[in-house]
């Protein structure tokens, strides 16, 4: 398969560790993605669904425990605990190491080791990068074919003396001879490990078989160790969507945007304009690589080839687009099965069909108060199946940023939309987003404000005061002009319990606004917080006024913004001495704008 000998050595050192019975070099094929899905189906791992309603697709039950990212779990070893940051659990590298290698000992006996060598972006881009992911999960091989470039082509890119990051994933289950298999084998959550380490750039996981835990490409490579090649290569490394917008002339722009979960993330990166004549396409929906070009502009790759989305509430009406992207060659995690074999979750559009089994394997019950899918379950489809999907999610080269958003889910205080005044501004804007929580988690109470800078805080893979500095610096040694405009949207704002946008479609009205804005055209004014639309900037032409009310949706409450201001004071006194001088001052501008 390959003359790589540094993987060669690599491997073979791992599978003395692991004992695995066999091991597969997972070429990429067809052929072999079936035979894996055959055997998964043949030992109940795995159901083939109907293939008249979902051809080529595959359901799947997780362990129960075995259901999201571990957040508590998830660990960046670096040498000191200040280069991984308040932000982030911590454990010394040799610790963890010698730790794990204790329970990777012999872990894989009686499994299959695979080897899955895959690019993170497209084939041979300047922006890409090459992985290899060694597991014992089937599953994960599955999906890392649908939600990463994964093959043979990633060896030949490698070639003889190409580097690769190594990404370690184990479920931490061997099994004794003639042990027969549980369905959904991992260990419990105290005992699942992520690691990263940032020096090393490995990636070292156990115990969970789950999305983020275990499809190492995503969070873990793509994010938190690719957040620490972006500082020392000078790049950007973003949790963000990659959308392009044409307007009505047939003008094109992309746009990046980053918000905390359960902000219509998926929603917006495949959003169906209601601006007549408008189009949205999608390049991704959750990571973005951003480099500069020869030309002085940021330039993004999504360096995925998937879409690994939360389906409860996923239907005709919410997000159409993804919606026809999982009726064929998808996998299902954790939903409904129907006796017909197809898949049903609360939200999709239609009643429960009698008999569906939940997904803990029961006949569901509507009335156990309990929901049938689990609401972390989620649909594996490639991008190119999307309907709307961007031609540019190919091109090595990426797509030129025009503008970046910024948002959290937020009732009261910030506006529909909002420009920062400059990139320090914006990187201000973007190091204090977050959502009001609607139920008391963590030592939160309802209604208080979490902040998720840059929807960052768990896939930072360093200090995030340093990383904060860094993009300070993006902007620093950037042509200015050629920056892209950085906003804050807020679809979220209420008063008296009533939305003041209508959100969905509808959100390219906003769109389109900063469309106009990224071609300079004379539509905003100076506010205390930024640049906001001059009246009648955002067209609400044809909207039922019940379901809008601008001037309340754009309001600029100085009593809000006081008690904003003190957050913000407040959570940047978390961060200590590694925190960018340059933020410290643009929160003493945004003060002496409001005493103005
Ligand atoms: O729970 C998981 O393992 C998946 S988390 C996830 C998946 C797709 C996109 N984003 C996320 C996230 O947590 O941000
Ligand atoms: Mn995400």
Redesign the pocket.
Known sequence: MTKNKRLIDWVNQWANLFEPDNIHWCDGTEQENQRILDDMVASGVAVKLNEEKKPNSYYFQTDPSDV??VENRTFICSKTKEDAGHTNNWVAPDIMKETMRKIYKGAMKGRTMYVIPFSMGPYGSDKSYIGVEITDSPYVVVHMKIMTRMGKRALDILGENGEFIPCIHSIGVPLKEGEKDVKWPCRPIEEKYICQFPETKEIWAYGSG????ALLGK?CFALRIASVLGKEEGWLAE?MLILGITNLKGEKKYIAAAFP?ACGKTNLAMLIPTTPGWKVETVGD?IAWMKFGEDGRLWAINPENGF??VVPQTSMDTNPNAFVSIQKNTLYTNVGLTPDKDVWWEGIGWDCPEGTLDWKNKVYDKNSGEPCAQS?S?FTAPIAQCPVADKAFEDPIGVPISAILFGGRRQSTIPLVYEANNWNHGVMIGSVIGSEITSAVIGLKEGELRHDPFAMKPFCGYNMGDYFQHWVNIGKDADQDKLPKIFCVNWFRKEEGKWLWPGYGENSRVLAYIFDRCNSEDIAQDSPIGKIPKDGAINIEGLDPKNVDIKAAMKIDKEEWGREIQTIDSFYSEFGERFPMELKQELNKLKDRFKQ
């Open positions: 999201a990212r789950y999305g983020g835990n969070k949790h979960s959750d690994f989305g972390n989620r």
